[in-house]
């Protein structure tokens, strides 16, 4: 089957040149079948394996296709544990600059000032570029199943479902899902070395139907001085 969609851009995306990627193949499913209800506490373990106990700096090239052009940039992430992250990227010659900082769900500044609505797709989808799950929020139904070396999980609200899938080895492959009212979102999948550290992922939103693509030049472990979560001063 395939499948057509259309999504006004994200600004994040539109920085990152994700603008939309033509028509592509319907992704498989994330949970199986046989997936039942499990506990918050087994989940926050399988969580917990994805989420980096240091502070750590990665650098990353990012490539946008589309039917109506290219582009591409250098960036960088700080990742501070539990759940703060700062981006920054840009174009070449610094152009189509942008910066944030998140915490959990929640941006607490952007850069451009107006970009805050547009500015991910999905959070989880966005902590997931980085091969880090997200805990469930209150009042979701869960539901996983772990088997030999994959381990998959649900989270499913009244309207919303997020889905994650981890298979251990070398490499280490993570796959985020996020569906609203039914419709597919967006879908991350992350490959990174047996220590977290994120080789290459790919984001798409199949509402457009884009993708972003992200090969990491380098991660390390790194301590992050306070300003570094203060906007850029001009």
Same mark, same amino acid.
């Given at each position: ?21 033509g028509c592509r193949t319907a992704p498989g499913p994330v949970l199986p079948a046989a997936a039942e209800p +499990?506990?918050?506490?087994? +989940?926050?373990? #399988? ?9 750590? &700096?990665?650098? !990353? ?21 539990? /759940?703060? !992250?700062?981006?920054?990227? $840009? ?9 944030? +900082? ?6 607490? #500044?952007?850069?451009?000032? /107006? ?9 989880? &989808? ?33 309207t919303d479902t997020i889905q994650y899938a981890r298979t251990a080895g070398n490499p280490v492959r993570f796959? $985020? ?25 790919? &984001? ?31």
């Amino acid at each position: 089957m395939r499948q057509c969609f259309g999504l006004d851009r994200p600004v994040l995306l539109v920085y990152l040149g994700l603008v939309g990627a033509g028509c592509r193949t319907a992704p498989g499913p994330v949970l199986p079948a046989a997936a039942e209800p +499990v506990s918050r506490d087994q +989940v926050a373990e #399988w969580v917990a394996i994805t989420v980096p106990t240091d502070s750590r &700096l990665h650098r !990353f090239k990012w490539l946008f296709v589309d039917d109506r052009a290219s582009a591409g940039g250098q960036g960088s992430a700080r990742v501070a544990p539990p /759940d703060s !992250f700062r981006f920054d990227v $840009a174009g070449p010659f610094g152009s189509g600059a942008a910066s944030a +900082v998140v915490v959990g769900q929640r941006a607490l #500044w952007t850069e451009p000032p /107006d970009a805050i609505a547009k500015l991910v797709p999905n959070y989880p &989808l966005m902590w997931a570029l980085f091969g880090v799950a997200r805990l469930p929020a209150e009042g979701v139904a869960i539901r996983g199943l772990s088997q030999d070396s994959v381990t998959s999980w649900q989270y499913a609200g009244l309207t919303d479902t997020i889905q994650y899938a981890r298979t251990a080895g070398n490499p280490v492959r993570f796959l $985020a899902e996020v569906r609203h009212a039914g419709e597919l979102i967006g879908r991350a999948e992350t490959t990174l070395q047996p220590d977290g550290a994120p080789i290459k992922a790919r &984001l798409t939103v199949p509402s457009a139907p884009a993708k972003l693509d992200l090969t990491f030049l380098s991660t390390s472990r790194d301590t992050f001085a306070p300003d570094i979560w203060l906007p850029r001063i001009p």
